[in-house]
């Protein structure tokens, strides 16, 4: 039995070492050739867990249809998404903001791509019989200034605020459309998971938080701001204010298969059928335009 | 009070504390077996998961458990093995020793997040490699690194100095002896140490998040070049295992049957820690009985 | 044992085919030695190499934020502000993660003193009084309960104990109460099995020599072993300590993670882990915001340390005792 197992770890370890010395080799160009192939381009998309799915079900039908294309999808966040692609370890990064908004990053090599439109919705437990709150009163709730339901219309319960972490494109978009940029700095609690938020407002007396429209379900109420409804024609028009771009990033204008495939996510297959079956909106449906610093204009 | 009825009040206090632990882990069994055993048929756990459509399964993220489970043991069990080997059989009683001990002390007593994070300066950037497997693997190798090399230690101690004694006295090098006589002897207890650190990778979660992935790429089940990056094989592709999985859908999935998935995904990783503790148990009792059948 | 030891004699006999194959060492066995033992110190080595790479990793990450964006220490360590994206015209970042540290103390150490009695019961238990049924039944049980893994605690957490514990005790469930709860399930494996291991190593002696004395088997239980078995039961408790302290997934969804000091038990808190998990993706690697997660990192492997001490340190005394 001895000899068997001495036999069995040598190759073990020679396999091991084996398998890094070859990673080591080819991992030196990580964002051309994954893996050591030869065959084509690898396309490696790193960034906003909130735009994964879609690209994710967008690269699985793009590889079914050109068999020869390599496309890594990966989350870790819009920070991580940027990063990664300033630095050159990722061909494409997705991020749910601007790479202007975002500190520390040297936008100037960055090209955006917008690829869809997410709207973002205020939604509150369904024990919470509010139908609609004013700009003003938003910013109260999510200031701490309104600490009562009954303040706003509703029963007497405690309003319990759930926050996203600072960092997240939601946040972000929600803080600056919605709020008109105020801070959010109600004591509250803090949740990154858009499932777990909508668990805990769905199941919290008195819960308010916000969600991307795609992420809005039966279990939850969405409330109306300044009388209009988070809906797609109404951000599609512009009536409803609280959207923002969902961005594919590439360092200077893409080529080769990264440009094909990004060719692929603005092109009808994809815009047309799979963005809105996922909750988002066409960028082409968009009937007003918005910069880097916020400023909208009619298309 | 007399000691009498202390005692026997003792007694059931210590009863009641075992089954009170018996009852939170068939609480705790049941429920997740309860909501996630219907979800489980052949196609759940053999079919790729979906994105947005319902009726995803979990066979790429069961392959790649099992995957990242053989080649973080391929890296732990050897190097375990040999430090446990150095510590119990040539290492000289000093400071030296007892810095290696200090180690694996530190080592053991790492949270799992901040072998993670190393693992993503290390394995993931520094390297440039990605999210990889091959990150993932050796993020575990370092979590269960102390357990194998304390287990193999104590293993190999367990041992009954005669046997080390008698074929030393045969001539046999200290290798030798420990390769055919010691190591053998103390294969069951090895062998426990290695399945329990089985069930710690299978798992883990949180070391994964930032070295192995939270996706995995189509994989195409008929191709075994381990250089193709369609390859189930391939050790240089991201790799989300079940519970990395349980936990992604849980936070930011659109699928409908969201439930669904994860309990079931849940009850399935549940049963094969399960089944993993059994195997441990039959096959040490097996091996024990075999190799000690004197 | 003799028959594996006659096996061996055997075998060499027959492969070398020399009556006195043992007396004397083959040619080429000093090598199989020398390799064997340098494979085995290489490996030692590499343990020491993999933990000085740790600490000096996430060291050299974790104090870029007092080094290179110049935050004090004192603020880090005591302030209670989390605005690490403030811009300079409002006042520069502010990086206080007391609410933090506060917070995973706070959960960790009541997930202990919740666990800790338990533990103790269940290894005298597994020990002293059912032995058989304890190992047969019991251990089992244990192994399966360190098995499950923390995303599936975190999950029936949020949907099993936060909304009986908002019905029961108030609040809105996400709570430190409901965060100490989960993880005092969680390190119940770790100190019961190091308990146990103690207790299974007491010599046999005292426990009879209480019972010769005309001891019972509570007060043989109460005055020798478990104060015997002190060291261990410590151990296991500082193990489990640490265990709570780095547990991150499960943690985050039942605290509410809120940066804030928790008036009461029912108050969420914030944890040093959920907080890296939370903003990790989001920051870019080198900004201020993600040189305070390193920092928060570096923070959790101080306390391992602190940990690790504090078991030696015990061990050492009780050795001494």
Known sequence: MGKRIKWLLAPALILVLALAVAGCGSGKNAGGQTGGSTASEAVTVVGSTALQPLVEQAATEYMNTNPRAQIEVQGGGSGTGLSQVAQGAATIGDSDIFAEELSGLDAASLVDHRVCVVGMAAVVNPKVKVDNLTGQQLVDIFTGKITNWQQVGGPNMKIVVIHRPKGSGTRATFDKFALGGAEETAPGMEQDSSGTVRKMVAETPGAISYLALSYVDNSIRAVKINGVQPTVENIVSGKYPVWAYEHMYTRGKPTGAAAAFLNYMVGPQVQNSLVPKMGYIPVTQMKVERDAQGKVTRK | MNQRTADRLATLMFWCGALLVLLILGALLGYILYHGLRAINWRFITSPPQNMAAGGGIGPQIFNSFYLLLLSMLITVPVGLLAGIYLAEYAARGPATDFIRLCIETLSSLPSIVVGLFGLLIFVNMTGWGYTLLSGALSLAVINLPLMVRVSEEAIRSVAPEMREASLALGATRWQTMWRVIIPSAFPGLLTGMIIASGRVFGEAAALLYTAGMSSPPLHFNDWNPFSPFSPLNPLRPAETLAVHIWKINSESLIPDVRRVADGSAAVLVLVVLVFNLLARWLGGLMHRRMTAA | ?321
Request: glycine share 10%.
């Open chain 3, 1 to 321: 044992m003799e028959k594996t030891v006659a096996r061996a004699v055997a075998a060499k006999v027959e492969r070398t085919g020399r009556d006195d194959a043992c007396d004397r060492p083959p040619a080429g066995k000093k090598y199989g030695e020398l390799i064997g033992r340098s494979l085995a110190f290489t490996a030692a080595s590499l343990v020491i190499l993999i933990t000085l790479a740790i600490i000096y990793f996430i060291a050299a990450k974790g104090i870029t934020i007092f080094t290179v964006n110049g935050i004090s220490v004192k603020e880090f360590l005591f302030g209670r502000q989390w605005a690490p994206d403030r811009s300079a015209a409002q006042g520069g970042p502010l990086v206080g993660a007391s609410t933090m540290i506060v917070g995973s103390m706070l959960v960790s150490l009541l997930a202990v003193a919740l666990s800790t009695p338990l533990s103790v019961i269940v290894s005298v238990f597994m020990v002293e009084i059912a032995p058989g049924w304890g190992r047969r039944v019991l251990q089992p049980a244990i192994e399966i309960l360190a098995g499950i893994p923390s995303v599936v605690y975190g999950w029936i957490g949020l949907s099993v104990l936060v909304p009986f514990v908002r019905s029961h005790f108030g609040g809105n469930g996400f709570s430190l109460f409901t965060g100490f709860l989960v993880l005092s399930v969680m390190i119940l494996p770790t100190v019961i099995s190091v308990s146990t291991d103690s207790l299974r190593s007491l010599p046999g002696q005292w426990k009879e020599a209480a019972l010769a004395l005309g001891s019972t088997r509570w007060q043989t239980i109460r005055l020798v072993l478990v104060p015997a078995a002190r060291t261990g039961i410590i151990t296991g408790v500082v193990l489990g300590l640490a265990r709570a302290f780095g547990e991150a997934l499960a943690v985050q969804m039942v605290i509410g993670n809120t940066r804030q000091f928790p008036h009461s038990l029912l108050s969420p808190i914030m944890t040093l882990t959920s907080a890296i998990t939370m903003d990790m993706g989001y920051t870019i690697m080198g900004s201020l915001w993600n040189n305070a997660l390193w920092s928060m990192g570096l923070i959790l492997l101080l306390m391992s340390f602190l940990f690790i001490l504090t078991i030696r340190l015990v061990v050492r005394r009780g050795l001494v005792r």
